[in-house]
């Protein structure tokens, strides 16, 4: 380990850093984007959702390295291509929590709302999404941290991301670097994903008093498995 | 009001949940819908507000086909409460109090003073309560929450189902008496569905009770339905000691009381074996200078005093509880003449003073009163009777 090396480069540190924060954070978010109003469709008809699952399973199990080889053709070497990619993968996590969560507001809750006079778009808006929000924040903190991990193997078709690290420090036998370079996804990992615990805690204020600290963590490191 | 007509629901597998019901439902009264499960009571109670839709026939609300109503505006013009409350997890108490006048775009802040204006009136500590959430609530405080919810914008009808069934029987006694209190004040058709007989003649004006198949089986008064059951099935279903409590419907100021046997404690004793010998009794209340009971003493007791006492000095049996005339029924003097160790029970007024007694063939003249006044009223059909009443 070679500390000095850390302030000495702390410029590309910084620049890698910031590029895998954009690929890990901007395709779950697009990612949710798409799962809300296909897990509404899969609640509402039911029979969509296994096929649909099924699907988005199969995408995740596709080496990520082979999505972006196939996705050049179309979409070059370039910030577009990972984030398509990523954004599949998401699909993977956040459809099933989105399901679950709108399918985890209760009958009776639902059925008040309904004799209450809410209309079935108001009803999603103001009643089910809100009830749904503590499981899609899990399962956008499991997108996240993964895709920030999964971000890294963009460098490999020249994408810039902290994966450099691993590829410059593998290439030059060069511990320190890919040591930092590790750190680093960690840290960004851990980082956004107390950002999101953060966002969640606002958003759900009825929930105070009721987190455990250690739920956080367990899923903040399963999430970095892959 | 309310009226089935001729209302049918079929479901897709067959099964027919209400079958051909005809039913009026009288404005400004409780109504309650009352049957075992599966009988299509809460069907009934759900076409109201178009949550089932029937397959044949006619709901009208104040002579409007409910049909003909966007859902929608129907609902919010109709309260609702249900068993498991329905409450929603994400928003305060004074919020989910407030969801039907936010619908109705009311200004939140008029919305909110509305909802602590219902916490008020369904007993609910507005200042510890407006901001707390459902979650942190007990069984019985989230069901009021669900009360003031139904009524916040102030909606003519109030479809209860089974509103208290899922609370202890302590908590469920005291919302009884909340919701007959609450009807006191604001008078609402109130339409309430249980599998409980005796909720429904504690609560109900009228009760309709179903046959399984969705049936009626009888519509009446709880006191006419526990008098003049139409057949065997109602019968059961009311309970074996129906006739015990049909006497709840009976006031105990038909009571013909005895006051020749009540003394006060200075009286010598004397003149209390005299007065009791006169009255035909065994036993003399004795009561305080201001005629509060204090205790009976027994005639052979007083005989072994010295003649120079008063009756204070007198072992005393003790009271037991005592009944009101002019609040409690006949079925609370029986009662009270049950537990009590000489047979003979005390009615007091307001200020606890001793009325007179009663005794077991007291208690029977007048049951055979009120129980033949109550039936000649029936023949002459002045106890009201509902037009869907079938038999």
């Known amino acids: ?15 890698y850093t910031s590029d895998n924060a954009l690929l890990g954070l901007v395709p779950p978010l697009i990612g949710l984007a798409i799962s809300i109003p296909l897990g509404v469709v899969s609640v509402r008809w039911g029979w969509v959702y296994p096929p649909l699952l099924s699907l988005t399973s199969a995408v995740y199990a596709i080496p990520s390295l082979a999505v972006f080889v196939v996705l ?13 990619a990523l954004t599949l993968f998401s699909l993977c996590v956040l459809l099933p929590n989105v399901v679950d969560g709108l399918r985890g507001v209760s009958q009776p809750v639902r059925q008040a709302a309904t004799a209450m006079g809410y209309g079935e778009i108001r009803r999603l808006v103001q009643v089910e999404l809100p009830i749904a929000t503590p499981v899609v924040i899990a399962g956008l903190r499991i997108a996240v941290v993964s895709s920030i991990s999964l ?15 691993f590829i410059d420090g593998l290439q030059r036998d060069f511990p320190t670097e890919i040591y930092v370079g590790a750190f680093a996804v960690l840290a960004l990992a851990f980082v956004s994903d107390m950002l999101l615990v953060t966002i969640g805690a606002l958003l759900t204020p009825w929930r105070r008093g009721q987190r455990t600290l250690g739920g956080v963590w367990a899923i903040s490191l399963a ?4 | 009001m309310i009226t089935f007509q001729s209302v049918t629901k079929r479901y897709p597998d067959g099964t027919v949940a209400v079958d051909h019901l005809d039913l009026e439902i009288p404005a400004s009264k409780i109504v309650v819908l009352v049957g075992p499960s599966g009988c299509g009571k809460t069907t009934s109670l759900r076409m109201i507000n178009r949550l089932v839709e ?8 104040d002579g409007r086909d409910v049909a003909e109503v966007n859902p929608s505006h129907l609902r919010r013009g109709i309260g609702y409460v249900i068993q498991q409350t329905g409450l929603f997890p994400h928003r305060t108490i004074e919020d989910n109090i407030a969801t039907v006048p936010l619908l109705n775009h009311w200004d939140k802040r008029k919305a909110r003073e509305r909802a602590r204006e219902l916490m008020d009136l ?4 507005t200042a510890a309560m407006a901001k707390r959430y459902p979650h942190q609530l007990s069984g019985g405080q989230q069901q009021r929450v669900g009360v003031a919810r139904a009524l916040a914008a102030d909606p003519p009808v109030l479809l209860m189902d089974e509103p208290f069934s899922a609370v202890d029987p302590i908590v469920r006694a005291s919302l009884q008496d909340e919701l007959i209190r609450l009807q006191g004040e604001l008078h609402k058709t109130v339409v309430l569905v249980t599998h409980d007989v005796e909720e429904a003649i504690k609560v109900g004006d009228l009760i309709a009770l179903y046959r399984p198949g969705g049936h009626l089986a009888q519509v009446d008064t709880p006191e006419r339905l526990l008098g003049a059951p139409v057949d065997d099935y109602v019968r059961d279903f009311v309970g074996f000691d129906r006739g015990i409590r049909r006497l709840s419907f009976f006031a105990a100021t038909a009571l013909d009381l005895a006051a020749d046997t009540v003394l006060t404690s200075d009286t010598s004793a004397a003149d209390a074996i005299q007065a009791a010998k006169q009255a035909g009794q065994e036993w003399v209340l004795v009561v305080d200078a201001e005629r509060r009971p204090i205790g009976w003493a027994e005639v052979g007791d007083l005989e072994s005093l010295p003649a120079s006492a008063a009756l204070g000095d007198a072992p005393l049996a003790p009271v037991g509880h005592t009944f ?9 003097a029986l009662d009270a003449t049950i537990l009590s160790r000489t047979e003979r029970a005390v009615a007091v007024d307001e200020r606890g003073q001793v009325m007179g007694t009663t005794s077991y063939e007291r208690l029977r003249d007048a049951i055979r009163a009120a129980e033949e006044a109550a039936d000649r ?6 106890t009201p009777q509902p037009a869907g009443e079938a038999g």
């Open chain 2, 377 to 382: 009223q029936a023949v002459s059909g002045s």
């Open chain 1, 72 to 84: 050049i053709d179309y979409t070059g070497l370039g910030n577009l291509t990972v984030i398509i």
């Open chain 2, 324 to 332: 009101r005339p002019d609040t409690d029924s006949l079925r609370a």
């Open chain 1, 1 to 15: 380990m070679v500390w000095s090396w850390i302030p000495q480069n702390w410029g590309l540190i910084w620049q």
């Open chain 2, 122 to 125: 369904v007993g609910l500590d």
């Open chain 1, 223 to 226: 999430g970095t498995g892959r």
């Open chain 1, 151 to 165: 971000a890294s193997v963009a460098q490999l078709i020249g994408v810039g991301s902290l994966g450099y690290f």
């Open chain 2, 54 to 61: 029937p397959t044949s026939g006619r709901i009208l609300l």
